[in-house]
């Protein structure tokens, strides 16, 4: 087991920077989830922490070794790929025992850690077929399987759960969590999923365009996400922005609607003062209208889903989704007011889309 | 109040008449199979079964054009004259020699090749099309390059052998050298399509199966044996049913390379046969001879397909 620390990692492809000096230290028997949209470079910071990518600038390091030069076999690492990577011609019990092969661990050794390893995961029975006999969910335990037996340092998902239906994908998603409590061992996890993201972590980072726009525990970032970019990404549904304006100590929306700036936030309303800002507020943070914290707007849609309803109503020019209890049923067309604790409320600069509380 | 299987108990002849069109129209799954099977079948009959069995009917037959003699039934006759005749036995044993020679040849030097097209060449054409460029050549053609390439004064390849400091070697006049310039040359020619039909094959195999290989500590001579190759199989197999059912075929390059000299030492059973059947007219010795050929040409395939079976 052992810590990971990227020091200004850079990786470019010609004059396209993919990678812009990532800074991270991911401490021993951490969980560590790197999360954000196609092509914000967390699967190719993965690949060259398992030496699959070349990098092109900046440092990696697996404990105290530097690793920038070393190849993947090397690096004592072990990885658990989105297409599994199971070799088809091999039984799982060969695929479980092709590392340890390798590596020349004698065959004493080897069938001992191999049916731990699949008592753990529950494959036991699963030792003598091909891959091509297993399911999406019995893949993804082998993957896993030959991953534990070599008992490597470091640990790496590369999008494990997203070939698999959602039902499947939430239980191996607790044996993935259940997995690291049990071994404890380093965990480096790459997902565009935030759901994963959040139930899995110790920490997150979230990546935008190559660069880390915040690292925090998951309670962090959901509660103080630090850009917009982030209160948006993190959360489902998706926070709520709209556009407004401080004046007087009362966030003034675009359209005319108003709500005190008070509670959390209330020190800074003289700094705030005529200052351009975006307001986020997540669905499920609406409740009971009070005079002077209550927003009002024309319904468009209503979504019952059994535990709650979502409301998407119109705020001038934006429209907002309040997730409220389920008998709660407004009609399209109604003008409905609904209430904002603004403690709750999270507020952006409109030019930088920084956050400013 | 009529019930409607009432009505339909008592058809109208309007109804009746639709029941046959359906009947005729709506056939069970039995009959539309062997109606749609049908045309293949035919044709599939009227191109292959019927000239393998008119061939197979003419292998017992005594029928020489030259004799004057009408064709009559001659039995096991011609088989057993392919018994006592030497340039039978002498061109089969050439044929069963460059297959055994070039097939392997052209396998390795295939796979080499479809390895070095699949490497991440920035620009892919000019690899891909060095590939095609052998394969589409004609046969006789390549045959006609090669016999001046190994031609004794003009030749490129003893040109090459003098500037080394060697002696040249006068290859068609020797049926050891002689054999081994067309075996080269064959070997040339069907590499390219090996390597092709391996390519395909490489192209199939994920990168990530690579990649969790070197992650597991595998280096690149045994991912090659431990992933490409075992992946590689079915598409071997298949160049290797191709390219074995051509080699026991061989005709062009020894024919115009050596016309099968010196002597018969480089004549091939696919010579043998034209020779009967085309210069010597003798269609029914001819024929046994090719179904001999056809014989040997189903073996291969059998084993080939067999060996399929057991690795599925």
């Known amino acids: ?357 | 109040m009529a019930t409607a299987s009432e009505t339909s108990v008592v058809p109208t002849h309007n109804e009746s008449a639709t029941k046959w069109w359906t009947r005729f129209l709506d056939p069970s799954e039995r009959t539309l199979a062997v109606l749609l099977l049908a045309p293949a079948a035919l044709l599939l009959a009227l191109i292959i079964v019927y000239p393998v069995c008119r061939l197979v009917w003419t292998s017992f037959q005594n029928l020489s054009l030259t004799s004057g003699v009408p064709a009559e039934f001659a039995g096991l006759e011609n088989y057993r004259l392919m018994l006592d005749d030497p340039v039978f036995w002498e061109t089969t044993w050439n044929t069963v020699l460059i297959t055994l020679i070039t097939v392997p040849g052209a396998l390795f030097v295939g796979l080499a090749m479809a390895l070095m097209a699949n490497l991440p060449f920035k620009t892919k054409w000019p690899v891909r099309l060095s590939l095609l460029i052998p394969w589409a050549l004609p046969l006789s053609f390549a045959g006609l390059i090669f016999a001046w390439f190994f031609h004794s004064e003009y030749g490129v390849v003893n040109d090459v052998l003098r500037r080394l400091g060697f002696e040249g070697v006068i290859w068609f006049n020797s049926a050891n050298w002689a054999f081994a310039a067309i075996c080269l040359t064959i070997i040339w020619k069907t590499s390219s399509f090996m390597a092709l039909i391996i390519l395909a094959g490489l192209q199939t195999i994920p990168r990530s199966l690579y990649e969790a290989a070197e992650v597991d500590g595998a280096g690149r001579m045994r991912q090659f044996f431990e992933i490409t190759l075992p992946l590689l199989k079915p598409a071997i197999v298949v160049a290797l049913i191709f390219r074995t059912i051509t080699a026991l075929q061989t005709f062009d390059i020894p024919f115009t390379m050596t016309r099968g000299g010196p002597g018969t030492s480089t004549a091939t059973l696919a010579m043998y046969i034209h020779q009967n059947t085309v210069d010597f007219l003798d269609l029914g010795y001819g024929s046994a001879l090719a179904v001999v050929m056809f014989a040997l040409s189903m073996c291969v395939t059998a084993v080939y397909l067999r060996m399929i079976r057991a690795k599925g």
């Open chain 1, 1 to 357: 087991m052992s810590s990971v620390s990227f020091r200004k990692l850079e990786k470019s492809y010609g004059a396209l920077r993919i990678v812009k000096g990532i800074d991270l230290e991911i401490a021993d028997r951490e969980f560590v989830v790197l999360v954000g949209p196609s092509g914000c470079g967390k699967s190719t910071t993965l690949r060259m922490l398992a030496g699959l990518e070349s990098i092109s600038g900046g440092e990696i390091r697996i404990g105290e070794r530097v690793v920038n030069k070393l190849p993947p076999r090397e690096r004592d690492i072990a990885m658990v790929f989105q297409d599994y990577a199971l070799y088809p011609h091999k039984t799982v019990y060969e695929n479980m025992a092709f590392s340890l092969k390798v590596r020349g661990v004698p065959a004493a050794e080897i069938k001992p850690r191999i049916a731990q390893a699949a008592e753990m995961l529950g494959i036991g029975q699963l030792l003598e077929r091909k891959p091509s006999q297993l399911s999406g969910g019995q893949r993804q335990r082998v993957a896993m399987g030959r991953a534990i037996v070599r008992r490597p340092q470091v640990f790496l998902f590369d999008e494990p759960l997203s070939n698999l239906d959602a039902k499947l994908r939430g239980q191996v998603r607790t044996e993935i969590k259940r997995l690291h409590q049990a071994i404890g061992t380093t965990i480096i996890y790459v997902t565009h999923d935030q759901v994963e993201a959040m139930t899995l972590a110790d920490r997150i980072v979230i990546l935008k365009g190559g660069e880390i726009e915040q690292v925090g525990t998951p309670d962090e970032v959901y509660n103080s996400p630090a850009s917009v970019f982030v209160g948006g990404f993190i959360g489902s549904p998706a926070m709520n922005f709209a556009k407004g304006t401080v004046r007087g100590g009362r966030i003034a929306f675009d359209g005319g609607a108003e709500i005190a700036l008070d509670g959390r936030v209330n020190g800074k309303a003289t700094a705030l003062e005529g200052r351009d800002i975006i307001v986020g507020i997540r669905p499920e943070h609406f409740g009971a209208a009070e005079e002077g914290r209550q927003l009002s707007g024309r319904v468009q849609v209503v979504e019952p889903l059994g535990s709650d309803t979502l409301i998407h109503f119109a705020l001038g020019s934006s429209t907002l989704t309040a997730r409220v209890a389920p008998e709660m049923r407004p009609q399209p067309g109604e003008i409905l007011s609904i209430g904002v604790d603004p403690s709750r409320i999270h507020l952006f600069d409109a030019a930088t889309e920084r956050a400013l509380n």
